[in-house]
């Protein structure tokens, strides 16, 4: 701060000597120790609240001096001093000064400034002619109390009463949540202003009851769709549209809520409330307010609740039955019941803000009818315990007015006593094979008919052998076993398109491919379970049998086969001899040297003859 610039507690001191100079008539004089304790220390140990509230009680202390001073001059030497009327001043009294000067600081706050201005004191003007001390220390006061004090915004609570509007389109008649603090880091100046940012969410979840119910804003829409869905949201909408003047309004309010500028929504008994955000960065504080029920009318319309079951059982199916509307009880607005309020300087009724709070409030009803029965006056919690009551008291005093009645039955001696039973009719005969399933239609989208014929038809012979045998020959398999039962069951062969549809499916369902399914069925249609435990399950065999193959085998002028667990593998690698645990000889073929093996042939007691049975020109 330069030399000639003063501080405000500066300011405010030699307004305080100017207000004392004016009230006692005197000049004005430097003096430190005449500041009623105002510099008792360096200027910037002051508060600006403090060193105002010190200017206005000695202007005030000063005024009652010079009043009483007067007063002792005017009486004479042997009368008391008699009261006279106090003269009307021709200038302002430093106390009018000061409220005048708070009042222009509270106008100043209240403009709805994002961030505080930065305001250098305005040298006072040269006093005019006929101007006294008392004029230009209203004046140096109020320039100080201006900047000195900044009055808070409007509290962070949604419920806070708005002021009344006023005809003033100024944007200090817009009541907004309060700004954020302005940051200490320096803004960097660019050839583009930055864009508005909007304030925080004024709602309030913390704060919800029984009768508060806060919920979130609505995400915008891409595309313009109806907001009421429901009969009972149509109807609110319809309330809305059937009293508006101006059906623009109602457009701009259709796009303020596809747009999402409805903040969170707070529903309280008779009362809508958010902050719509409009062309201004401010958003505006609108209600909608809706008459709440009396005693007399809840109590008719739960009555005709508890009346009909039906009723209460779609409330909690969050529906809005027309039986419950229609039992004259007013439960949905009719045509003027909406009354509309917003801190907007727009007169209409509704204005746009107003119409884009009643559209998203008909997403709510769609939603949760239990929102307009908070609306009239009551919560979900306690209408549906005032209804479980009332429905429990209903059917016991019905039950009373009915009577007891005569269960049936029989004597439980009665029962037990003994008597003769009549024989067991004699069983049907056993058919002598299972009947062909019946033929089943195609259908797009649906089912194949031939696979849906294979099904039963495996189900009809393992219900035919389980009823004549009193066992079920497959009923031990696994999931795996099964689905290559079922596909090896499938007549023909090679994968044709049918085939392998079914295979795809089958693989799928067991998570395997189809080509694993495939090398399976082939060992299933070679020695059925045996068959695939040989191909999935290699094990150790004992000495004996398996020793003894190949001698046989060289006997045979084949030549050593390469022994591996109850592998024998052919030297070219092209044929494979595997025994069972049944004691058979399973053999297989390859690609020589890609060891892709797949069952060939039918199992054998002699290895020979089950190698010989493999349709391969070079195999020996």
């Not at 003063?6 to 305080?16: I, N, S, V």
């Not at 109807?235 to 259709?254: I, K, P, S």
């Not at 949905?332 to 509309?340: H, K, N, R, V, W």
């Not at 190949?550 to 022994?563: G, I, N, S, V």
Request: hydrophobic share 40%; glycine share 6%; with cysteine.
């Amino acid at each position: 701060m330069s030399a000639g610039e003063r501080t405000p507690a500066e300011e405010a001191r030699e307004a305080l000597r100017a207000a004392r100079a004016g009230a006692s008539g005197e000049p004005a004089e430097e003096d430190p120790a005449s500041a009623n304790g105002l510099e008792q220390g360096p200027a910037s140990d002051a508060r600006p609240g403090e060193v105002a509230r010190a200017a206005l009680r000695a202007a005030v202390a000063a005024r009652r001096e010079g009043e009483a001073a007067s007063e002792e001059a005017d009486a004479g030497p042997d009368e008391p001093p008699a009261p006279a009327p106090r003269p009307a001043p021709a200038t302002p009294r430093p106390g009018d000064a000061a409220r005048e000067a708070l009042r222009a600081a509270r106008r100043e706050a209240g403009r709805g400034e994002r961030h505080p201005r930065k305001t250098t004191p305005r040298p006072a003007p040269a006093p005019a002619e006929g101007h006294s001390a008392h004029a230009r220390a209203a004046r140096d006061m109020r320039n100080f109390l201006s900047t000195a004090f900044r009055m808070p915004d409007l509290a962070d609570d949604p419920e806070a009463e708005a002021p009344p509007r006023t005809d003033n389109p100024e944007p200090a008649a817009e009541h907004a949540p309060t700004p954020p603090a302005p940051s200490t880091t320096p803004t960097r100046t660019t050839d583009h202003p930055a864009p508005p940012q909007h304030p925080s969410s004024m709602a309030t979840p913390h704060r919800d009851s029984e009768l508060r119910r806060t919920f979130p804003p609505f995400a915008p829409r891409p595309e313009p769709q109806d907001f009421a869905t429901t009969w009972w949201g149509q109807a609110w909408v319809d309330a809305l549209e059937h009293t508006a003047l101006d059906v623009n309004r109602l457009a701009r309010g259709r796009g303020y809520a596809d747009a999402g500028n409805v903040d969170a929504i707070t529903v309280t008994p008779g009362l809508v409330l958010a902050y719509v955000r409009g062309s201004r960065p401010r958003p505006y504080r609108v209600q909608l307010r809706l008459r709440r029920l009396s005693d007399e009318d809840w109590e008719r319309l739960l009555e005709a609740a508890v009346d009909s079951p039906a009723d209460i059982a779609a409330l909690l199916d969050k529906e809005l039955p027309h039986t419950l509307a229609d039992r004259g009880v007013p439960l949905l607005p009719g045509a003027g019941d909406l009354i509309p309020q917003c801190s907007c300087p727009d007169s209409g009724r509704p204005c746009k803000h107003a119409a884009a709070l009643c559209y998203q409030t008909a997403r709510l009803l769609d939603a949760d009818p239990f929102v307009l029965l908070l609306l009239r006056g009551r919560g979900e919690r306690e209408l549906l315990d005032t209804l479980s009551r009332r429905s429990a008291a209903s059917a016991a005093r019905a039950a009373r007015e009915r009577g007891p009645s005569e269960l049936p039955g029989v004597r439980a001696s009665e029962a037990l006593a003994a008597r003769p039973l009549p024989p067991l009719p004699a069983p049907l005969p056993t058919p002598a094979h299972p009947e062909a399933p019946p033929a089943y239609p195609a259908a797009p989208g649906g089912p194949d008919p031939f696979a849906l014929d294979q099904l039963a038809t495996d189900a009809a012979a393992r219900a035919h052998a389980l009823l004549t045998t009193g066992r079920d020959p497959v009923g031990g398999l696994t999931l795996w076993q099964d689905a290559v039962r079922l596909a090896a069951a499938r007549p023909g062969s090679g994968l044709t398109a049918a085939t392998r549809s079914l295979y795809v499916t089958l693989a799928a369902a067991v998570d395997r491919t189809p080509a694993e399914l495939a090398r399976a069925v082939a060992a299933w249609r070679q020695g059925g379970l045996a068959g695939l435990a040989v191909l999935e399950e290699p094990w150790d065999p004992p000495a004996g049998r398996f020793d003894r193959a190949r001698p046989l085998l060289l006997a045979a002028d084949l030549p050593a086969f390469r022994p591996w667990r109850n592998h024998l593998t052919h030297p070219a690698g092209h044929a494979q001899l595997r025994l069972g645990q049944d004691g058979l000889w399973y053999a297989y073929e390859s690609e020589p040297g890609h060891e892709d093996w797949w069952p060939r042939g039918a199992p054998d007691l002699d290895p020979v003859s089950a190698l010989t049975t493999l349709d391969i020109p070079d195999a020996l």
